[in-house]
């Protein structure tokens, strides 16, 4: 029976003939191939530039970029360099049907490039296809990590500012009756992976903006996401012989540095340095000696929206992810999320500052702030870098710096004039301090309080005043930087040309070549035991002089035409021709500032004083608040509405000290500089 069943059935399948049919392919497109032919870095000019590999590759290949095959750039084991600007790519697009096989399609395609940005005019965002094929060219930034290029049969995705959209409209392709919404990638492109740096550092020669502002970014990975990752740094000379050394890879080290009540401060210790622009559009006046800038654009606050639970400073972390945003152009990370690595607080307390030591302040200095190395100033001397162009200031940003020398407002000065609770900020034209725009009538003698006092003009020449409604409003105060000269007498020696040398004599006066106009402030500081006159160009000094003790500053303000300094020995010692002469120097203070903000790390002391409280013990703190230096360690942030427009931030008590006056002490809690 079960054999007849089986014929039956083979029987009915040869009559009826059964056979398969294939299904028509549907008339549409359904995906493209997209194959990267070149890639190229656009410089500044527009001209274009072979895009560099890291610098492990080079090292593989030879030492130069030209030594790396083609065909090994941008492959796993050969990543591009994240660029500071933009990249032209050509591609070759090719249009499938929904089967994947050649079709012919016609019309407008968009670019699009994960991770990041179309830039340049429209005519970069798409291309056209003919019979199913196309060239295009297309110019993407904010490229990192693996990227891909897309083609996508929809609407070119417009560029937006405010109040609408932004750039040539008659750049774009004309829209189609439909779409199929249809896409297709490139193979992937590898690309650095983003450092702190990386998204930090400026395409222009502004100090404003973040080139990734918008960006969600992850910065470190994890060990149980895979390898971690590596720093890669170009080859310098590391032991100073003068050579160029191998830069051995380093496992990136985010290191927590602060924290403050809204987030906390990270810094990447193993980020590369970076070689100083000195081209003429840097506007670099006086170049580091270093050739790297004083920062490596390694910094970041972390703003967490409220105090970050379970993190300390010293302690690692291992990755760190958010939004890059800009507050007050400072760059920081919102809404963010980290994983630690370890945390120094579960350790011996001998061991807390472990990683701190391996990142120690950068010495803030006054080339730092934009002054030029002459001996006559300028007129922006006096708000540490004013001028947007300073990527000094810029690379440093969100690090840890120190302050030397710094002079406390002896003033508070209330320019709210009409008790709005508001005084307006100020700009710079030519040199001269002005309103900025069109004020109304009744701000603008505000305007010139401000301008007085945060400048130290008028009234308050060559005293150190802050603005009472900025401090109350904000906590912010000013002070003001060591002036040029030998550091030895705690001044700053970054700016020679800033001061005048006289060589002593103990028979003959010696004068300053250069004469000082009254009211200018003035530092000297001799080597040995000199007698010293001020006076006119004839002036001379003599044994029956104010005898100046070796090694101690005289600060002077001239007055009456006396804006030359004469110098005369007391006593030579014996000449020896490898020690150079002994010397007089003299200095203009600069009176140039910057904000601090203790309100956080110091509660108790209070720098808006009155030497002439009716307590006793409030007013003799005052005068020992007023007549010292301090040294101040903190974090670096720009506040580009307020005048100064960089911002010191101490952590805590520690991160002040003080070098009290003659007879005085440090003001309560702060204590006496090591």
Known sequence: MKIHWLLMAATAASVSGCYNVDSPAAARVGSFQVKVQSISAVASSGSLQPLSVVP???????????????????TNDCRYVVPTGQVELLVDILALDTSGRPFDFNGPVAFKVVPGDLAGDYSYHWTNLTKGRGNGKLRAAHVYGEVRVWALDEPVELSYTDGGVAGDGTK???????????????????????SLATIQTPQIYDNRDSPFMGQFVTIGRAPESGSIQYQNCPDRDLDGDGKVD???????????????????????????????????????????????????????????????????AGDLLWTLSGSVQEF???????????????????????????????????????????????????GVDVLCGY??????LESMESGLVKLHRVRFPQVFKNCDLNGDGEVPFFCNSSGAWVPCGTPAEHEKDEIQCNIDCTTGAGEHQNKVCSELTQFNGFGQFVVELAGPGPREAGLDDTLPARWQEVVLSDTAS????????????????????????????????????????????????????????????RQLPPSSPSVPAPRCYVSRNTHSRVLVMTKDAVPDLKVDCDENDANAERAQQCRYLHGATYNVVGHLKQIQAARP??????????????????????????????
């Open 246 to 312: 191998p830069e051995p890879a380093k496992p990136v080290t985010l290191l927590v540095t602060g924290t403050d009540p809204s987030g906390f401060f990270v810094t990447d210790i193993t980020s590369c340095p970076v070689p100083e622009d000195t081209s003429p559009a840097a506007q670099v006046y006086v170049p580091e000696p270093s050739g790297y800038l004083p920062g490596s654009y390694g910094s970041m606050f972390v703003y967490n929206y409220n105090f970050p639970e379970g993190l300390n």
């Open 510 to 569: 010696n004068k300053t070549r250069t004469t000082y106009d009254n009211g200018t402030e003035v530092s000297v500081w001799c080597e040995l035991e000199t007698y010293v006159r001020f006076g006119p160009t004839t002036v001379t000094a003599t044994p029956t002089d104010e005898l100046l003790p070796a090694k101690t500053r005289k600060d002077v303000i001239i007055n009456n035409g006396d804006g030359f300094v004469a110098f005369l020995a």
């Open 328 to 378: 007050t152009s400072t760059t920081q990370l919102t809404f963010p999320s980290w994983t630690v690595r370890e945390h120094v607080r579960q350790l011996p307390p001998d061991q807390w500052n472990k990683y701190l030591a391996l990142n120690p302040p950068v010495d803030f200095n006054l080339r730092h702030c934009g002054l030029r190395n002459q001996l006559n100033p300028q």
């Open 56 to 74: 492990s590759c080079i090292r593989q290949y030879g030492t130069r970029l030209d030594q790396v095959p083609a065909e090994v750039r941008g």
């Open 645 to 674: 427009r960089w911002m010191v931030l101490p952590r805590d008590a520690d991160d002040v000290c003080c070098y009290p006056g003659p007879g005085m002490q440090c003001p309560s809690p702060i204590q006496t500089c090591k």
């Open 172 to 194: 774009l392709p004309p829209e189609p009756s439909s779409r199929t919404y249809a896409a297709g990638s490139s193979e992937t492109l590898f690309f650095q992976e983003p």
């Open 387 to 392: 001028y947007n162009s300073n990527l000094k």
